[in-house]
């Protein structure tokens, strides 16, 4: 068994890398089939935010070619984003994840959006079975870390989101919010937590489009605001002073032409584009023009850093937490690979001391309930005497890195048959 785990995020790659790797959510499940269809591969989860693309897998014996099957997926020339790419196995794989839900590995660290991103990955990998062995008790222990951290930790206090950062940024360069158009560009959960922000901080009206004009007229509802067709959005788009936009569309939907427009029909008063969509929704041509100002996901890095010092502390209790985690799960996942052993030698034992009881059963004649009983005590006592040492040497083992030569010694003196055991994970300290 072996985790393996590739990808880009925002330390490692800028934006016009991780777009081109940005995996649409209509295409996550033939990502998923096509991932555990790839050689090696036995469990895979696909986590894909506007800040990383990450490819999670499990191999019962070897590794994968994870960077193969981003070659055959994505079609692309490895050499436009080879060097962005990191890579961890075993250990260091579970401490990414744990620190991934954990929000440690977050632009804005502590936010509390990215496990729920993660909780999404899971369920659609669960959804198309490829999730369902070890990498699904990897995963619920990863959300039960994220828990630990978040009520041991006060990293998640006053906790700020990317969304809430852009809106920080939108004051800065206005001075104030109040009496401000906004208008929203599509209708996830990010724009619905811009929305909030935005009324908190004095916005006047806001706009809202998004394809599905029934989801954009539902948040605009809970701010009454206004929803705005989408085939609609370039004849209104200039009303707004903010504009928002956050969709899942493959291709810039703003390009330097539509800046040109909405500028003649403002008279050239300024525009403020925040673009938190990857694949990114505004051409970054439009930032040529003047009256126009757009921030990508990356310009808002360093409006974060200034967030990051007042948690540095938080950050490093946390850090200390995922480090006793990942020893316990690894000393689980170990206790689990000498289970289908002590299954089998359990088997094999008591497949004999029944054969030898069948087999003196008839020389000893018609025996009493008493003596039936006796004789199966007695029996089981023996076996039970032999079973103890070799068991104990595996469950000890298990906790150290000598545990497959054990397995595979025990395996040789009792002369146990490969097969395959279904070793139960139970909810030991799973909380």
């Known amino acids: 068994m072996k985790f393996q785990l590739i990808g880009v995020n925002h330390k490692s790659a800028p934006i016009e890398v991780r777009e081109r790797l940005a995996i649409p959510e209509s295409r996550i499940p033939d990502a998923l089939k096509r991932l555990v269809q790839h050689p090696g591969v036995d469990e895979g989860l696909i986590l894909c935010t506007c800040n990383r693309v990450e490819v999670?897998?499990?191999?019962?014996?070897?590794?994968?070619?994870?960077r193969k099957f981003l070659r055959e997926f994505f079609h692309l020339e490895s050499t436009a984003y080879e060097s962005h790419l990191y890579e961890y196995s075993e250990r260091?794989?579970?401490?990414?994840?744990?620190?991934?839900?954990?929000?440690?590995?977050?632009?804005?660290?502590?936010?509390?959006?990215?496990?729920?991103?993660?909780?999404?990955?899971?369920?659609?990998?669960?959804?198309?079975?490829?999730?369902?062995?070890?990498l699904d008790l990897l995963l619920t222990r990863a959300f039960a870390v994220?828990?630990?951290?978040?009520?041991?930790?006060?990293?998640?206090?006053?906790?700020?989101?990317?969304?809430?950062?852009?809106?920080?940024l939108a004051k800065k360069i206005f001075g104030s919010l109040n009496g401000k158009q906004v208008f929203l560009v599509g209708a996830g959960k990010m724009s619905e937590l811009a929305a909030r922000h935005l009324i908190a901080n004095g916005a006047e009206s806001i706009f809202v489009s998004n394809r599905t004009y029934e989801r954009a007229s539902q948040l605009a509802a809970q701010f009454d605001g206004q929803a705005i067709l989408f085939d609609q959005l370039y004849d209104t788009c200039d009303r707004a002073d903010i504009v928002i936009t956050s969709t899942g569309a493959p291709?810039?939907?703003?390009?330097?032409?539509?800046?040109?427009?909405?500028?003649?029909?403002?008279?050239?008063?300024?525009?403020?584009?925040?673009?938190?969509?990857?694949?990114?929704?505004?051409?970054?041509?439009?930032?040529?023009?003047?009256?126009?100002?757009?921030?990508?996901?990356?310009?808002?890095?360093?409006a974060v850093s200034s967030n990051l010092s007042d948690r540095r502390k938080e950050a490093e209790r946390a850090e200390e937490i995922i480090s006793v985690e990942v020893e316990r799960f690894q000393a689980r996942l170990h206790t689990l690979e000498v289970v289908p052993t002590?299954?089998?030698?359990?088997?094999?034992?008591?497949?004999?001391?029944?054969?030898?009881?069948?087999?003196?059963?008839?020389?000893?004649?018609?025996?009493?309930?008493?003596?039936?009983?006796?004789?199966?005590?007695?029996?089981?006592?023996?076996?039970?005497?032999?079973?103890?040492?070799?068991?104990?040497?595996?469950?000890t083992a298990a906790r150290d890195t000598e545990a497959t030569t054990v397995v595979d010694l025990v395996r040789r003196l009792f002369n146990l048959q490969e097969k395959k055991t279904a070793a139960k994970s139970g909810s030991g300290d799973d909380n």
Do not use: C, W
């Open 56 to 66: 999670l897998a499990q191999s019962k014996n070897g590794s994968s070619d994870l």
């Open 342 to 395: 002590i299954v089998s030698l359990q088997d094999h034992l008591e497949t004999i001391r029944q054969a030898e009881i069948d087999r003196v059963r008839g020389r000893l004649g018609p025996l009493s309930l008493e003596q039936e009983l006796a004789i199966d005590a007695l029996t089981r006592g023996i076996v039970k005497k032999i079973m103890h040492t070799p068991i104990s040497t595996l469950k």
């Open 251 to 302: 291709h810039a939907i703003f390009r330097r032409e539509h800046g040109e427009l909405f500028l003649s029909r403002r008279k050239n008063r300024p525009m403020f584009f925040i673009d938190i969509a990857v694949p990114r929704d505004v051409d970054p041509e439009m930032n040529k023009l003047d009256g126009i100002f757009v921030y990508d996901i990356d310009d808002l890095q360093q």
């Open 146 to 168: 994220a828990k630990r951290v978040r009520t041991e930790t006060a990293l998640g206090s006053s906790a700020v989101s990317i969304a809430s950062v852009a809106v920080e």
């Open 92 to 134: 260091d794989a579970i401490r990414h994840l744990f620190r991934v839900s954990s929000s440690l590995d977050s632009m804005v660290v502590g936010e509390p959006q990215i496990l729920g991103q993660v909780k999404e990955a899971y369920a659609s990998a669960r959804a198309v079975g490829a999730v369902h062995s070890h």
